[in-house]
Nanobody, 117 residues
């Protein structure tokens, strides 16, 4: 079983920055993709960014150039550096992990990010 625990959310003014972290524990053999989703209140969930075991990254168009996904060498901590935050970035952010066939097999409990205008 894999456990994911996010941290780093909070309230920030527009234009500010936040860094989310996700601690990964348990049996991580087979975890080949990790990522971040977000879900604004009352809206659909959106894939924000992914990173492969070999550090290949992909981003939603809405965050390209502003957000950076990364992980530590051991793959035990996932990060999301968020710069130039906008009010529309306000959402609950979730860390995910899994094999290639199901990259969102495991989910964290989420951390709230609120961007004020």
């Amino acid at each position: 079983q894999v456990r994911l625990v996010e941290s780093g959310g909070g309230l920030v003014q527009a234009g500010g920055s936040l860094r989310l972290s996700c601690a990964v524990s348990g049996s991580t053999i087979g975890i080949l993709v990790m990522g971040w989703y977000r879900q604004p209140a009352g809206k659909q969930r959106e894939l924000v960014a992914t990173i492969s075991k070999f550090s290949n990254t992909a981003y939603a168009d809405s965050v390209k150039g502003r957000f950076t996904i990364s992980k530590d060498y051991a793959g035990k901590t996932l990060f999301l550096q968020m710069n130039s935050l906008k009010p529309e970035d306000t959402a609950a952010y979730y860390c995910t992990a899994g094999p290639n066939a199901k990259p969102d097999q495991y989910w964290g409990q989420g951390t709230q990010v609120t961007v004020s205008s």
